[in-house]
């Protein structure tokens, strides 16, 4: 059974920094990409950045320049940096995996981490 795995959020004032990490567990499948979304209270859910297993980047606008992701193929751990956050950065966290099985790709959730950002 794969289950990805989140740990990091927490309450930061403006400004600080945060790291998110999300592991995925169990057995018989490669990483395609892995990525964190956001969801605020009464937002959709929103693509924050993502990393395929080769390092190929993407960021949304409002976090390029604060926010890194970086992933660890050897641990199945993706992780996000979060530099410079804002209170609007704040909502639940969720990670994100396409993973490989064979020749299909089946498509994660982690269960999701609370980020607050305030004074």
């Known amino acids: 059974q794969v289950q990805l795995v989140e740990s990091g959020g927490g309450l930061v004032q403006p400004g600080g920094s945060l790291r998110l990490s999300c592991a995925a567990s169990g057995s018989g499948f490669s990483i395609n990409a892995m990525g964190w979304y956001r969801q605020a209270p009464g937002n959709r859910r929103d693509l924050v950045a993502r990393i395929t297993s080769a390092s190929t980047t993407y960021y949304a606008d409002s976090v390029k320049g604060r926010f890194t992701i970086s992933i660890d193929n050897a641990k199945n751990t993706v992780y996000l940096q979060m530099n410079s956050l804002k209170p609007d950065d704040t909502a639940v966290y969720y990670c994100?995996?396409?993973?490989?099985?064979?020749?299909?790709?089946?498509?994660?959730w982690g269960q999701g981490t609370q980020v607050t950002v305030s004074s």
């Open positions: 994100n995996g396409d993973l490989m099985m064979g020749r299909y790709t089946y498509r994660y």
